[in-house]
């Protein structure tokens, strides 16, 4: 298991001069995370994406952190084992973090199957007083199954993947969260709706009336 304490010694953190409420005053932003947890093919990346160019769109400073993405980057050097999936995740949860203390709203899609490992981000922010929304895309691995973009099911099925999620390795679905959407079931922009009149709800935004 990975630790979030540092390893280095000797080290001190520094605060700066502006209070994160100053900061979001000065912007006229409020900073948050958007978890999206789902199966692949979910819809997770699909609606994120379309979230976060609406933000945009109206003047809101918003960036999405996508699985696959970061994976190029960042976390080129992890895999897909137990222990490599919890630091994929512990990694993101900090970069989440530092977005959103910046007063951006941060979306991240990834699968992140594990309760334990969301948990922990979640009290990250917590711990720093910013708000974190866990949007689970709740989709019928039927469905994703058969949507299949990048025909990792088909693979997995075929024993060419191992530890595939919802095949041979499980998704821990979440007990309560913030939102929940369903993709066979509404459209990507009625998603995005649903998503926009949460973060109202939330304060993140300025609500319509």
Same mark, same amino acid.
Not at 66 to 92: K, M, Q, T, W, Y
Not at 115 to 136: I, K, N, Q
Not at 165 to 177: F, L, N, Q, R, V
């Given at each position: 298991?990975?630790?979030?304490?540092?390893?280095?010694?000797?080290?001190?953190?520094?605060? %700066?001069?502006l209070?994160?409420?100053?900061?979001?005053r000065?912007?006229?932003? =409020?900073?948050? !995370?958007?978890w999206?947890?789902?199966?692949?093919?979910? *819809?997770?990346?699909?609606?994120?994406?379309?979230?976060?160019?609406?933000?945009?769109?109206?003047?809101?400073?918003? /960036?999405? $952190?996508?699985?696959?993405?970061?994976?190029?980057?960042?976390?080129?050097?992890l %895999? #897909?084992?137990?222990?490599?999936?919890?630091?994929?995740?512990?990694?993101i *949860?900090?970069?989440?973090?530092? #977005?959103?203390?910046?007063?951006?709203?941060?979306?991240?899609?990834?699968i992140?199957? /594990? =309760?334990?490992?969301?948990? =922990?981000v979640?009290?990250?922010?917590?711990a720093?007083?910013?708000? #974190?929304?866990?949007?689970?895309?709740?989709?019928?691995?039927e469905?994703?199954?058969?949507?299949?973009?990048?025909?990792? /099911?088909?693979?997995?099925?075929?024993?060419?993947?191992?530890? #595939? !999620?919802?095949?041979?390795d499980? /998704?821990e679905?979440?007990?309560?969260?913030?939102?929940? $959407?369903? !993709?066979d079931?509404?459209?990507v922009?009625?998603?995005?709706?649903? $998503?926009?009149?949460?973060?109202?709800?939330? %304060?993140?935004?300025?609500?319509?009336?």
């Amino acid at each position: 298991m990975s630790e979030s304490a540092p390893k280095a010694e000797n080290i001190v953190w520094h605060e %700066g001069h502006l209070p994160h409420a100053e900061r979001e005053r000065l912007l006229s932003a =409020r900073g948050c !995370t958007l978890w999206f947890t789902g199966l692949s093919g979910s *819809g997770k990346s699909t609606v994120a994406s379309a979230l976060e160019a609406e933000l945009v769109r109206r003047g809101v400073f918003a /960036y999405r $952190l996508d699985g696959d993405n970061v994976r190029h980057g960042l976390n080129a050097n992890l %895999g #897909f084992s137990p222990e490599d999936r919890e630091e994929n995740i512990r990694r993101i *949860g900090e970069v989440s973090r530092l #977005f959103a203390d910046a007063g951006v709203i941060a979306l991240t899609s990834f699968i992140s199957p /594990y =309760r334990a490992d969301r948990a =922990r981000v979640r009290a990250l922010h917590e711990a720093s007083g910013l708000a #974190f929304l866990e949007v689970f895309v709740n989709t019928p691995i039927e469905v994703c199954e058969s949507r299949d973009p990048k025909g990792l /099911y088909k693979r997995a099925r075929a024993g060419e993947i191992k530890g #595939f !999620t919802g095949i041979d390795d499980p /998704y821990e679905a979440p007990e309560s969260p913030e939102i929940e $959407l369903k !993709t066979d079931q509404k459209s990507v922009e009625e998603s995005v709706a649903d $998503l926009i009149a949460a973060l109202e709800r939330a %304060g993140i935004l300025p609500g319509a009336g």
